[in-house]
C-alpha cells in the first residue's frame, strides 16, 4: 500500500512537470491538409507530439514524433515500407473522411488503410493520432497499428507484432521483430522465421492464456497483463522508476527491445531504462548466413568462416559465401582439408547426426562424406551433427565445449600437381592417424558383424562401394514358414502376448542365434509387396534403443517377423515386480533411452513412425540395462491408411492419448502422449492406475499433477533421497506431454531437451485444462 502510494507520488510529480506545455487545441477538421515544405504538421495539445511530414532519405515520410526532442525520434510511420514522398505531395484529410496523399497528376494514395467517413482528426497528447466519426467515437488510431514502438498508454494485444527498423535513419521493415503471441507470450523472432528454435528471447509467459497484452505505463514500467487484467510479468522494476517523464519502448535496429526514457530538457538524450538482454549478439540473424557474430568492445561484429568472403564486402551483415565457385560438394579431386573453430553456435538443421562418436571421428566422417560441408561436435553429449550449407545464426562464445568443423578447399588436384597434393593429403592422414585407426577398427567390427550375419542370411550380398552403408546393404531375411516353425520348437516357449500376436523364443543359423519371433494376428492383408515394403522399412531403422529386426516371414496366411532376442524382459518387469527394481539413476537413463528411440522413429528415421502404442510391456530391457522400443511400425500394419484418422482405437487403454478417443487424426503427438504416462509409472515405479491406494492417488496422471501443484513432488518416488532439481524436471517434462490438447505437447526432441535440462521448462498447465493454443513449440 505504501509502496502504492509513494508511486502515486512520483506520478503526480512527474505529470506536474509535464504538463506545463502550452496548448494548440487539436481538432482537425475535414479538408485540411499539410505539405513537406515548411515543416507542416498538426501538433497534439501539449505540444508534444506532432503529425505530418518529415523529411526522410531523399523525399519526405508521413509520421508520429516527438516535437519537443532533438534530434526527431519518430514513433510512427505511415507506409514505412513505400518509397518516400516527393517535395509535391500533399496530405489531405478530403471531403469524404479520408486521409489521403496526392503526388502529381491527382493520384491518391491512402496512408491509414480503407477508414473513411471520419469527420474530424486529432493528434493526442499520447502520441496517437486518431480519426473519429461523427458520433466523436474513434475509427482508427494509429495506437491500433504500432511500427517498431509504443508509447504509454498503448498496449500490443494479441496477433500483433513490432517489426524493427532496418537502421536507424530507414524505417523500412528491418530484420526482427517481438510478437506478443496468442498463447501469452512474448517473444521475439528474426522477421520471417518464427519457429520455436528461432526465438532468441521470450517471456516465458505461455501459460498465461489468453488475450495477455504488453503495456508500457507512464513511469517507463512495462509488464504483460493477461485476461482479468493481472500483472503477470514486470519488465521494468516498478520501483525504481525515473523522473524523467518520457518514455518509449521500441526493438531497435539491433534486434534488441529496450524501454527508453527522457527529460523534458530538449537536449538530453534517451537513456535506457531496461533491454531484452545484455549482449548485442544474441539476436538471432543479426549476421548473415555463412557467418557469425562476436563482440568486440561490447559491439557486435560479424565474421566470415575461414574460406567465406563477405557476399558484399561493403555490408558485413550481408552473409557469406565460399571463396572458390565450385558446387557444394566437394569432390574427389579437390584438395580440402577440414579446419577446427571453436565456441560457435549455429540454428541446428542437420541432415545426419550421430551419437556417442569422438570429435576425431566426427571429423572424419565429415571428410568421408561428400554431402557434408560443416559438422558440429558437442563434446558433453559427444554428438555429432552433419550439415549443409548455408549455416544461419551463427555466435561465438555461447559457452559450452562445441567445435565446428568446416570443410575448405585448398586446391584443384592436376595431374601434374597430383603426387605432391596426394602426400600432403597423406600427411593430413597421419596426423589424424589415431582417429584413422579408430575408424578402421569399427569398420573391422561392423564387418565383423556383418560377416556373421552373412552367414545365417546366405543370399545376402555386401556392396563393396566405399561410402555405401553398413545400414542399408543388410537385407532382411525371409523366412519360410516351417523354418521358423522348427525354429520355435513348434511354437512351445511362448515368451509374451502384445496387441500384435504371440512371442515365441527361437533359434536360428543351426543353434548359433537365439530370437524373438512374432505370430502376427489380426493383419490387414494388402498382399505380399506392401508386406514387404512395411518390413524393409522396420528393417532400416537402426537405432540402440530399438528392438533390431532381423527377418520376416509372409507364407501363406502366416505373418511372422523375427527379431534380436533381449533376455532380460520387459520394462514392465522391472518397474511392477518388487523383486527386480531399478535405482532412481538407472530409471531417469531409462526415460531418456525410451525418448531417444522414439525421436528416432519420429524425426531422424527415413519414414516417420509412430509407434501407435507405447507402454512398458513393449519396451524391452537388454543385458547392459538399457531400454529398447519394441513393435514399432506394426501399427501400419494392422490398418490399411495411417494417415486417416483411426476408426478403431488401436494402443492400449491407458495409455492412448485423448485424441484416439476424439476420432481425431493421429500423430506423432499420441506416441508422445504414451511417453509422458510410462515417464510417470517409470518415477512413480506403479502403474498409471493402482486401486489399493487412497482415491486421490488412484489416477497417476492426476496425483502427479496434484502434486506438482502442491509442491510436493518427492511423495512421487519411493526412494527418500532423489536429486529434487532433477526430479522437479521430470515431472514437468512428463505433464507437458500428458497435456489432453495434442498440440501443447512438445515434440520428443524438446522431450529430450528438455530432460536433459539443456532448455528451460514452464510450468505445465493442469493436463487436462482444454484447449489453449499455447505449446512448447
Ligand atoms: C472537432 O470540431 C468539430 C467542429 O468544430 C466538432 O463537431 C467535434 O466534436 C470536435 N471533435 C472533437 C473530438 O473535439
Ligand atoms: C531503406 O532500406 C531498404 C532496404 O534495405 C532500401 O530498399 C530503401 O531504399 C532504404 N530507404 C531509405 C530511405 O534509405
Ligand atoms: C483497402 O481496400 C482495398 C480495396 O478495397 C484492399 O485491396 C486493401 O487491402 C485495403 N487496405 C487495407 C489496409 O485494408
Ligand atoms: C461511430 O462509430 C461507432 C463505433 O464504430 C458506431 O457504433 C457508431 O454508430 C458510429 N456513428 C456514426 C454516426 O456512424
Ligand atoms: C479475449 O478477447 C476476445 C475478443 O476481445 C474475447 O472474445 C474473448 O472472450 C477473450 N478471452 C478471454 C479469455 O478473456
Ligand atoms: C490472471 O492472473 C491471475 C493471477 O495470476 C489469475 O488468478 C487469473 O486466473 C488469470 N486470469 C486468466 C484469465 O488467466
Ligand atoms: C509487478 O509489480 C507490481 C507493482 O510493483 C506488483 O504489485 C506485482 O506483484 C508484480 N508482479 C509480478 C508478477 O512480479
Ligand atoms: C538542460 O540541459 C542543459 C545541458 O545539459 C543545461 O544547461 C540546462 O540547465 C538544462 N535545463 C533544464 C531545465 O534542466
Ligand atoms: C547526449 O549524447 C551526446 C552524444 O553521445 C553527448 O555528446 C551529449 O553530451 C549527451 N547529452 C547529455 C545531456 O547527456
Ligand atoms: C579460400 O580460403 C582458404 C582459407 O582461408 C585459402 O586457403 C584459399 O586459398 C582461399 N581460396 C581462394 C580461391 O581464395
Not at 505539405?35 to 532519405?57: I, K, R
Request: aromatic share 10%.
Amino acid at each position: 500500500m505504501a509502496l502504492l502510494f509513494s508511486l502515486f507520488l512520483l506520478i503526480t510529480t512527474c505529470i506536474i512537470f509535464t504538463t506545463q506545455a502550452q496548448t494548440t487545441v487539436s481538432n482537425i477538421s475535414l479538408v485540411s491538409s499539410l505539405s513537406p515544405t515548411g515543416d507542416s504538421h498538426w501538433l497534439s495539445e501539449s505540444g508534444q507530439f506532432a503529425f505530418g511530414f518529415y523529411p526522410y532519405g531523399n523525399g519526405f515520410a508521413i509520421g508520429i514524433w516527438f516535437q519537443n526532442i532533438q534530434p526527431r525520434t519518430v514513433v510512427w510511420t505511415a507506409n514505412r515500407d513505400e518509397t518516400p514522398f516527393s517535395s509535391h505531395a500533399t496530405l489531405l484529410f478530403n471531403t469524404e473522411g479520408r486521409l489521403v496523399v496526392q503526388e502529381n497528376q491527382g493520384r491518391e494514395i491512402s496512408i491509414i488503410g480503407n477508414a473513411s467517413f471520419a469527420s474530424s482528426a486529432s493528434m493526442l497528447d499520447t502520441g496517437n493520432f486518431v480519426l473519429f466519426n461523427s458520433s466523436s467515437e474513434i475509427i482508427w488510431q494509429s495506437f491500433d497499428y504500432p511500427t517498431d514502438t509504443i508509447l504509454p498508454g498503448q498496449r500490443l494485444s494479441p496477433g500483433h507484432r513490432l517489426v524493427s527498423d532496418v537502421s536507424e535513419a530507414n524505417h523500412t521493415s528491418g530484420k526482427f521483430q517481438i510478437v506478443m503471441q496468442p498463447d501469452g507470450n512474448l517473444v521475439q523472432y528474426p522477421v520471417g522465421a518464427v519457429k520455436h528454435n528461432t526465438a532468441y528471447w521470450s517471456a516465458g509467459t505461455f501459460t498465461a492464456g489468453d488475450n495477455v497484452t504488453m503495456n508500457l505505463d507512464n513511469n517507463g514500467h512495462l509488464y504483460l497483463l493477461n485476461a482479468t487484467g493481472f500483472i503477470i510479468k514486470n519488465f521494468t522494476e516498478t520501483v525504481s522508476v525515473s523522473c524523467d517523464p518520457i518514455h518509449r519502448a521500441s526493438i531497435d535496429a539491433d534486434g534488441i527491445f529496450r524501454v527508453y526514457s527522457h527529460s523534458s530538457n530538449q537536449s538530453g538524450n534517451w537513456s535506457i531504462r531496461w533491454s531484452s538482454t545484455e549482449n548485442k549478439c544474441d539476436p538471432y540473424g543479426l549476421c548473415g548466413v555463412n557467418s557469425y557474430c562476436t563482440l568486440m568492445d561490447r559491439n557486435p561484429i560479424c565474421k566470415c568462416l575461414p574460406g567465406f568472403d563477405f557476399i558484399d564486402p561493403d555490408w558485413t551483415d550481408s552473409g557469406c559465401r565460399r571463396n572458390y565457385s565450385e558446387d557444394a560438394c566437394i569432390r574427389k579431386d579437390q584438395n580440402f582439408e577440414v579446419q577446427d573453430m571453436n565456441s560457435l553456435s549455429w540454428e541446428e538443421d542437420p541432415y545426419a547426426t550421430f551419437e556417442s562418436i569422438s570429435k576425431d571421428d566426427c571429423r572424419e566422417e565429415c571428410r568421408r562424406d561428400c554431402n557434408c560441408e560443416v559438422a558440429i561436435y558437442k563434446n558433453l553429449k559427444q554428438v555429432c551433427h552433419k550439415l549443409k550449407l548455408p549455416l544461419r545464426f551463427g555466435r561465438r562464445g555461447t559457452g559450452g565445449r562445441v567445435t565446428t568443423f568446416v570443410k575448405i578447399v585448398t586446391g584443384f588436384q592436376t595431374i601434374n600437381e597430383g603426387r605432391v597434393k596426394k602426400s600432403k593429403l597423406r600427411m593430413d592422414f597421419f596426423i589424424t592417424g589415431i582417429a584413422s585407426l579408430t575408424v578402421a577398427f569399427l569398420v573391422l567390427a561392423l564387418s565383423g558383424v556383418i560377416i556373421y550375419r552373412h552367414r545365417i542370411q546366405q543370399y545376402k550380398r555386401i556392396s563393396d562401394q566405399r561410402d555405401a552403408r553398413f545400414v542399408e546393404d543388410v537385407t532382411l531375411k525371409s523366412f519360410t514358414y516351417e523354418e521358423l516353425k522348427s525354429a520355435t520348437n513348434n511354437f512351445r516357449d511362448s515368451i509374451g502376448r502384445g496387441a500384435y500376436g504371440t512371442v515365441f523364443r527361437g533359434i536360428i543359423s543351426n543353434g548359433r542365434r537365439i530370437v524373438a519371433i512374432k505370430r502376427l494376428e489380426r493383419v490387414v492383408d494388402d498382399g505380399e509387396r506392401d508386406f514387404r515394403n512395411e518390413m524393409k522399412a522396420i528393417g532400416k531403422t537402426h537405432h540402440r534403443n530399438l528392438v533390431q529386426l532381423l527377418g520376416y516371414c509372409y507364407d501363406g496366411t502366416n505373418r511372422l517377423l523375427v527379431y534380436e532376442y533381449m533376455k532380460n524382459g520387459s520394462l514392465a518387469d522391472f518397474l511392477f515386480k518388487s523383486n527386480l527394481k531399478i535405482n532412481w539413476e538407472g530409471r531417469l537413463a531409462i526415460i531418456l533411452n525410451i525418448a531417444r528411440g522414439i525421436f528416432y522413429l519420429h524425426e531422424e528415421c527415413h519414414i516417420q513412425i509412430i509407434h501407435c502404442d507405447i507402454k512398458p510391456e513393449n519396451i524391452l530391457m537388454d543385458d547392459k540395462g538399457h531400454a529398447k522400443i519394441a513393435d514399432f511400425g506394426l501399427a501400419k500394419l494392422l490398418l490399411p491408411n495411417q494417415s486417416k484418422t483411426f476408426t478403431e482405437i488401436r494402443g492400449t487403454r491407458g495409455y492412448v492419448a485423448p485424441e484416439w478417443h476424439r476420432n481425431m487424426p493421429i500423430t506423432a503427438k499420441a506416441d508422445v502422449y504414451s511417453f509422458g504416462v510410462i515417464l510417470f509409472e517409470i518415477i512413480c515405479c506403479r502403474r498409471r492406475t493402482e486401486t489399493n491406494v487412497p482415491d486421490n492417488e488412484a489416477m497417476l496422471v492426476d496425483w502427479v499433477y496434484d502434486c506438482f501443484k502442491a509442491n510436493e513432488v518427492s511423495k512421487l518416488v519411493p526412494e527418500d533421497e532423489v536429486d529434487k532439481k532433477k526430479l522437479g524436471r521430470v515431472v514437468k517434462v512428463g505433464l507437458w506431454c500428458t497435456q489432453d490438447e495434442p498440440s501443447s505437447r512438445p515434440s520428443m526432441k524438446k522431450v529430450i531437451l528438455m530432460l536433459e535440462g539443456t532448455v528451460n521448462i514452464a510450468d505445465p498447465p493442469c493436463p487436462t485444462s482444454i484447449v489453449s493454443s499455447q505449446s512448447l513449440e
